[in-house]
């Protein structure tokens, strides 16, 4: 028996009819009983190679070996009758029907048509214990957290039998305490004699918990090697093929009068639980405010609030002298507010759309509207000029939203909001979910770009370095109120961990 569990080798994954190359002449090799990350540029090509082990495409040419013997994964169905496992970064659960509910319908029902459901029950305890992958099998998904879900995607395909799991990005959407879990349901799982292969822009990450690294640029694999002989300038450079910084310059500004400020808000839910409770701050011209804090405390109603998405129930959100407490989400977005949303696909964004007319979602009417119809000329000449400032690949302004890869995806959204015509107040929640080093480090700049031109900036965001790259001040959430307010000189990892936890500084 070969020691790979594993083997592609000379894959080549085309689309429409041959114009993208997504894989080109791609081998990968992966060990029985280790954690193997890919790593890779936004575009690079490591979702289509894992969606050929699901079975979602076939290669255009090229062969797969799954313990050594030569496989053709024509469906998801045959990949788990395999034992290949994908946990996806979008989760594929009905949130109306409980763990148990969810787990059984990815199963044939063996006793007749009658689903087992004291049968799935008992097997959640089983498994979940076994993994420590603690979870409630009655708990409703729709009422988990997004790490919560995440193990049941997990739980779901071991119960389908897998020995390969694969994971696409999966500590994107976590927050530091979840991706501790993740790191550790992952030993076990390793413990128990499963593999695992998973993509991730976390270079600091890779380091941390893989023991091979396989680097895709441009569809082509172009390194792999063991964790212990890797560095993060290492990595990075093979991902980009130059030297990679990773810090970046601030500009000096100067801070001016406030454009924004929140006087003692309360907002509820959509569950009509009071989420934000009695929160005040206020941005500056020329400033970045950070809000920090454990998912959940409250930023992501907050955000929803000030942008007019779901009522203020207490307390004012005074904008250039404006009181827009009542404002709708358009009539804020008129008076200049810029938004980055956290959900970018819930939010932001139509996947059947092209991207050229993603460019013009929101902002149709203001900045592209010519006598009353579209000015589709300076449309695609503004969606051109975008896509070659953020880099957004394919330079294609027909291609599909839905298309392109995950961090192609958010440049678009980052593109758009950032080069509205009358910005004054910018919120960027999550800006740099999914992107990769390169982008990451060029997002901040046009963040800070923005800052240097007298924008007011707010943002939320779960990466604590990213928060301590941009901000001026740092508001720390925790249970719906702000817990400390720091500034930048003053901040660290440890006194925002403090105050996330709702503790105080002496
Ligand atoms: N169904 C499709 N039709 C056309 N092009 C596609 C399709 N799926 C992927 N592509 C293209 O193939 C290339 C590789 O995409 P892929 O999603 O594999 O990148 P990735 O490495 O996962 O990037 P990211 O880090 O941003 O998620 C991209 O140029 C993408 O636009
Ligand atoms: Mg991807």
Not at 128 to 151: F, H, N, T, W
Not at 457 to 474: K, T, Y
């Amino acid at each position: 028996m070969s020691e790979y569990i594993l083997e592609m080798q000379n894959i080549r994954k085309t689309f429409l009819g041959g114009k993208v190359i997504a894989n080109d002449d791609i081998t990968l090799k992966v060990k029985k009983g280790e954690k193997h990350a890919i790593v890779g540029e936004n575009g690079a090509g490591k979702s289509t190679l894992m969606k050929m082990l699901n079975g979602l495409y076939l290669p255009t040419s090229g062969k797969i070996f799954y313990q050594g013997k030569e496989v053709e994964i024509d469906s998801p169905g045959k990949a788990a009758n395999l034992g290949i496992g994908m946990v996806y970064q979008h989760f594929m659960l009905i949130p109306t029907l409980t763990v148990a509910e969810n787990m059984i319908l990815g199963v044939e029902p063996k006793k007749g048509m009658s689903l087992d459901i004291e049968k799935a029950r008992k097997d959640v305890r089983e498994v979940s214990k076994r993994y420590g992958l603690e979870i409630d099998p009655d708990a409703y998904v729709s009422d988990l957290s997004i790490g919560m879900q995440q193990r049941v995607e997990i739980l779901k395909i071991l119960f389908k039998g897998a020995n390969l799991l694969v994971f696409d990005e999966p500590t994107a959407v976590l927050t530091p305490q979840e991706i501790k879990e993740l790191y550790r349901i992952m030993d076990n799982l390793i413990d128990e004699g499963k593999t695992i292969i998973f993509i991730s822009h976390k270079l600091q990450e890779v380091l941390d918990i893989s023991d091979n690294i396989t680097v895709i640029r441009r569809g082509k694999d172009v390194a792999t090697f063991p964790t212990t002989e890797a560095t993060k300038e290492k990595i990075a450079n093979a991902m980009v093929g130059r030297a990679v910084l990773f810090t970046t310059e601030r500009p000096e500004t100067e801070i001016g009068e406030k454009v924004v400020e929140a006087k003692n808000i309360f907002v509820k839910n959509n569950k009509n639980v009071f989420k934000v409770n009695g929160v005040s701050f206020y941005v500056r011209e020329g400033e970045v405010l950070g809000i920090a804090g454990v998912e959940g405390s409250g930023q992501t109603e907050l955000v929803e609030a000030l942008t007019g998405l779901i009522p203020i129930y207490e307390g004012e959100i005074i904008l250039k002298d404006k009181d827009i407490t009542e404002f709708s989400p358009r009539k804020i977005s008129q008076m200049g507010l810029a938004h980055i949303p956290e959900d970018r696909h819930k939010r932001a964004a139509v996947c059947e759309f092209s991207v050229m007319e993603n460019f013009a979602l929101g902002v149709e009417r203001d900045k592209y509207s010519l006598r009353g119809l579209l000015n589709f000329k300076k449309l695609k000449a503004d969606a051109k000029n975008f896509m070659e400032k953020y880099d957004v690949r394919p330079r294609d302004t027909s291609v599909e939203f839905g298309r392109l890869s995950g961090g192609n995806q958010q440049k678009i959204i980052v593109a758009r909001e950032l080069e509205k015509v009358n910005n004054t107040f910018i919120i960027a929640a999550q800006p740099t979910r999914g992107v990769d080093i390169g982008a990451i480090e060029s997002i901040h700049k046009m963040i800070l770009a923005e800052k240097a031109k007298g924008k007011a900036v707010l943002v939320v965001s779960s990466e604590l370095s990213e928060i301590l790259n941009l901000s001026d001040r740092i508001a720390v959430m925790c249970s719906g109120k702000i817990t400390g307010v720091l500034d930048r000189e003053e901040a660290s990892e440890e006194k925002i961990g403090i105050l996330m936890a709702g503790g105080k500084l002496d």
